[in-house]
């Protein structure tokens, strides 16, 4: 009797992590838009100097656009248009304060079934090195990182993508960005 519950609390279990693998993590494959958008960067930052007081641009990142079904034919109302990109970081070397969130408006065009190029796409703003966690590693403020006793704090930056067909289908991209911050 306890053989038999434990072999089908093993098949529930086995198949609810095959459901949660099956999730690919593109947040377009859940809207009823009949695109699915994907992203490649091209060139992007990876270690950033906080002295250099520069905004964190990704310097080219191309979105493209699929049909969800292979066998679907895209007219232009499946053309897309990302309005809105918010940007989440979250610590990646055991800290726990992150530097806040950031949302931008910017406009890119996605041609159904084609891609756009962005160029020089501004991920972080340069102000935010004086704020929480990244203002410890300034040497006036002691250089390093009080959580972890480390000269450099790394943050993974969670994309997130929103905007509308021509048709008006919510459609949206995430995808994340690995930094280093280091004085």
């Given amino acids: 009797m306890r053989t038999q519950r434990l072999a089908v609390f093993a098949l529930i279990a086995l198949g609810a992590l095959a459901v949660v693998g099956c999730y690919g993590g593109n947040d377009s494959a859940n809207t009823g838009a009949p695109v699915i958008l994907s992203e490649t960067i091209q060139s992007g930052p990876a270690d950033v100097s906080v002295a250099s007081g520069a905004d964190v641009f990704i310097e080219n990142l191309t ?60 991920i972080f703003p340069a102000e935010y090195f004086q704020q929480a966690p990244l203002y410890q590693l300034f040497p006036q403020n002691g250089g390093y990182d009080k959580e972890t006793g480390k000269t450099n704090i790394r943050q993974r ?20 960005v690995n930094l280093n911050f280091f004085y």
């Fill in 157 to 176: 930056l969670h994309i997130e993508v929103f905007g509308k067909t021509v048709a008006g289908e919510a459609v949206s991209l995430a995808f994340d």
């Fill in 63 to 122: 979105i493209t656009s699929k049909a969800k079904s292979p066998s679907a034919t895209l007219s232009s109302q499946a053309d897309v248009l990302l309005t809105q990109w918010v940007i989440t970081p979250s610590r990646t070397d055991g800290g726990t304060v992150a530097s806040p969130q950031w949302q931008n408006y910017y406009s890119v065009y996605v041609a159904a079934g084609g891609s756009a190029t962005v160029q020089n796409y501004r």
